[in-house]
């Protein structure tokens, strides 16, 4: 891959137990770049009421997208960081928060986002949440996740010149679903 000329954010996003964990780690490996696990950045005030199986509102997100973006971002500029990349998990489940995510990045002009948004079927999603331990988010809240997803689609896809990336991880393994990534960023 040659070197991009600005820095790049890539956006790991798509409804809880879709994977945004585990495939920003294998990008983080693979570009060697530093991965931020967005549910991190959630104020205790956020992270109570999903825990209690309340789903979030807008104006509850808005803080904590423009902190992840920023976070995000600053660390793809850093000086010491020689891939000039970054990885962020966040559902990011509706095109206005992607909007949003990108014009609160620290020198949005510097910065080339890559938004990857899987998905997968509710059935899995359900499943894989109910397995998963130690996380606020538990299945119950699954449904409201997959009711308002916006999965990318027209303008914002990469392939017609936008930075959205819609991967169907249904099936896929671990290993398949890197490989379509990183195949197709388009960086
Ligand atoms: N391609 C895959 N096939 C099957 N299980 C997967 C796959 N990717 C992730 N998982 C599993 O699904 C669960 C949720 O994955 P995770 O990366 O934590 O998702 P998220 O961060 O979106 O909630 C974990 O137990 C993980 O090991
Ligand atoms: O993997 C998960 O458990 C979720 O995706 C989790 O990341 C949560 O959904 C958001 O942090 C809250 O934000 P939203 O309500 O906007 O998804």
């Known amino acids: 891959m040659t070197k991009p000329a600005k820095s790049v954010v890539i956006v790991v996003g798509g409804p809880a137990g879709t994977?945004?964990?585990?495939?920003?780690?294998?990008?983080?490996?693979?570009?060697?770049?530093?991965?931020?696990?967005?549910?991190?950045?959630?104020?205790?005030?956020?992270?109570?009421?999903?825990?209690?199986?309340?789903?979030?509102?807008?104006?509850?997100?808005?803080?904590?997208?423009?902190?992840?973006?920023?976070?995000?971002?600053?660390?793809?500029?850093?000086?010491?960081?020689?891939?000039?990349?970054?990885?962020?998990?966040?559902?990011?489940?509706?095109?206005?928060?992607?909007?949003?995510?990108?014009?609160?990045?620290?020198?949005?002009?510097?910065?080339?986002?890559?938004?990857?948004?899987?998905?997968?079927?509710?059935?899995?999603?359900v499943e894989r949440v109910a397995n998963r331990k130690d996380h606020f988010m538990k299945a119950d809240m699954v449904k409201s996740q997959f009711d308002i997803m916006e999965i990318p689609e027209g303008d914002e896809l990469v392939i017609n010149g936008g930075e959205a990336l819609p991967v169907d991880a249904t099936n896929k393994t671990r290993e398949a679903i890197n490989k379509e990534i990183i195949d197709n960023l388009a960086l």
């Open 19 to 125: 994977g945004k964990t585990t495939v920003s780690e294998a990008l983080g490996q693979h570009f060697s770049c530093p991965v931020i696990e967005g549910d991190l950045l959630h104020p205790q005030a956020n992270v109570d009421k999903m825990s209690h199986g309340i789903p979030l509102t807008d104006e509850d997100r808005w803080g904590w997208l423009q902190q992840l973006s920023e976070e995000a971002s600053s660390k793809s500029l850093e000086a010491n960081n020689e891939s000039r990349m970054a990885v962020v998990s966040c559902s990011m489940l509706k095109k206005v928060y992607r909007d949003f995510i990108k014009k609160s990045a620290k020198s949005p002009d510097s910065i080339e986002f890559r938004f990857v948004f899987l998905y997968t079927t509710f059935e899995d999603l």
